[in-house]
């Protein structure tokens, strides 16, 4: 777990948070009905590229592609390739960056013209959950706040929270303790300290939270078919509360 004992430790992750939040920006912009997903893959690559930095998903335990594009009942992971974007379905975006020595993380849902209200409701729930759990990551509090508040929103509103995946620390490595699940109790995990750094990720079913793997061994959706949102934010704990580094201020 890196804890950040600099200010310079702090402008050099959320410079790269802020390309990923450039990163996702631009490619909102491209997403349309038409659109191949390798071709939104390497607009991705390109920019991250032309940035001085390292797509950090690219090669990580083998992964194949630049970014993440997961659509419709896909949770996380799904891989760029030949499909085309279609009206009418949800696409999370999940962008990774490395440079000077570290890693910054963040995802978001778009929903493409026409999808119905409950995959609206099903993304704006996921959205609030985000800053919801931001809120709570405060010096002082245990991580559970954090997992507790989002857990809650989430169920008030009708859907699930995924129990196998969950969020992380982040810093020089990827994934770094702890982790960062996205339910639990309140008085529950580490205490939260200035300078801990982490990725949290609501990831929200329509339907139950369990979870499957599909045949390209990467791609993880719901076991039963529902639609997923997804979003994430790399975050510093502060003496004044969370500071989102993957922001485009």
């Known amino acids: 777990m890196i804890v950040l004992k600099s200010a310079r430790e702090i ?3 959320k410079s790269n948070g802020k390309l990923v939040a450039q990163t996702i920006e631009l490619l909102s912009q491209k997403l349309k009905p038409g659109i191949k997903t390798r071709d939104l893959d390497k607009i991705a690559g390109e920019f991250i590229k032309r940035n001085q930095a390292k797509p950090a998903f690219l090669g990580y ?3 194949p592609a630049n970014i993440c594009i997961s659509i419709d009942d896909e949770i996380v992971h799904g891989i760029p390739g030949d499909r085309t974007i279609q009206k009418g379905q949800l696409v999370s975006l999940d962008v990774g960056v490395y440079k000077d020595g570290y890693y910054a993380d963040g995802a978001a849902t778009f929903v493409v013209d026409g999808v119905t209200p409950e995959a609206e409701k099903l993304v704006e729930v996921t959205r609030q959950a985000l800053e919801i759990g931001i809120k709570k990551a405060k ?3 245990h991580l559970g706040e954090i997992s507790s508040a989002i857990q809650s ?3 008030e509103n009708g859907f699930s929270v995924v129990r196998d995946l969950v969020g992380h620390g982040i810093g020089k490595n990827m994934h770094e303790d702890p982790q960062v699940p996205n339910f639990g109790e309140k008085e529950k995990g580490p205490v939260l300290k200035p300078g801990m750094v982490l990725a949290i990720e609501p990831m929200v079913n329509v ?3 369990k979870i499957r793997t599909k045949p390209d061994l990467w791609t993880i959706a719901t076991d039963d078919g529902s639609l997923s949102a997804h979003f994430e ?4 704990i502060t003496d004044n509360g969370a500071l989102v580094l ?3 201020k």
């Open 246 to 248: 993957t922001s485009l």
């Open 11 to 13: 402008e050099i992750i």
């Open 207 to 209: 339907g139950g939270y």
């Open 153 to 155: 929103y989430v169920e």
């Open 61 to 63: 335990q083998g992964y």
């Open 233 to 236: 934010h790399t975050i510093a």
């Open 139 to 141: 010096a002082g509090n």
